[in-house]
């Protein structure tokens, strides 16, 4: 009963490299999610896809790229990572229903930039 | 503003306590409310959803008010296991199921 995977789950980068966070669900959940949550500050919102080769930004886009090929996997790219995207990063999925939908998340991942 | 304000805490109560926990929203189109818990370091699991007649599971029990725009939760009987961060979580009108969480508010039960 895996529900959200990441990976990795933690990874140190210097500045200005890149890398790619890798999201899996096997709930067949429509939509899909990436937050970042910093000390002091609620889970916000990076980008989100409705379905499969769709995505759309959230409420902090920038410097952060997506992409769903697959509807099961949803990648999270840092093109030329900066010291302020150390972060905890969560991945999350839900079905597409109105109502009390939950958003079912992964355990996430520790990034740190230096 | 924030969208979803809490008291950061921390709540420090012994177990047996009843504690309290406050939580504010500023859009008036919000259509769902949630309580979630995050266990440190680990990932926000949902706690209960909020109706606006109230709501108990246990020990736990929800309260709405719309008119107010504030939203609670009373955990009765506290046990150390319910040491965590609340995180009061809004879901707002938009067609991908948007949240907006509050920063959540911080309880440790003590022996």
């Known amino acids: 009963n895996a529900g959200v995977t990441q990976t990795p789950k933690f990874r140190v980068l210097k500045t200005g490299q890149s890398m790619t966070l890798l999201c899996a669900q096997d709930?067949?959940?429509?939509?899909m999610y990436w937050y970042r949550q910093d000390p002091g500050m609620g889970l916000r919102l990076i980008h989100y896809?409705?379905?499969?080769?769709?995505?759309a930004k959230g409420e902090v886009p920038d410097g952060y790229n997506v992409s769903r090929l697959k509807k099961q996997n949803f990648l999270l790219g840092l093109e030329s990572a900066a010291p302020s995207q150390t972060s905890v990063y969560f991945c999350?999925?839900?079905?597409?229903?109105?109502?009390?939908?939950?958003?079912?998340f992964g355990d996430g991942t520790r990034l740190s930039i230096l | 503003r924030k969208e979803v304000e809490q008291d950061p805490g921390p709540f420090n109560v012994p177990e047996g306590a009843t504690v309290a926990f406050n939580c504010t929203y500023s859009?008036?189109?919000?259509?769902?409310f949630f309580w979630y818990r995050q266990d440190c370091r680990k990932e926000p699991k949902l706690l209960m959803s909020?109706?606006?007649s109230g709501n108990e599971d246990g020990r736990f029990t929800a309260q709405l008010n719309r008119a107010s725009q504030y939203i609670s939760l009373l955990i009765r009987d506290s046990k150390l296991s319910d040491s965590a961060t609340y995180l009061c979580?809004?879901?707002?009108?938009?067609?991908?199921?948007?949240?907006?969480f509050g920063a959540g508010t911080r309880l440790a039960v003590h022996p």
């Open positions: 999350a999925s839900s079905p597409p229903r109105r109502g009390d939908q939950p958003q079912h």
């Open positions: 709930m067949n959940h429509e939509y």
């Open positions: 896809s409705v379905g499969e080769g769709t995505t």
């Open positions: 859009n008036s189109a919000s259509q769902s």
């Open positions: 909020v109706y606006s």
């Open positions: 979580v809004v879901r707002v009108s938009g067609g991908y199921n948007k949240l907006i």
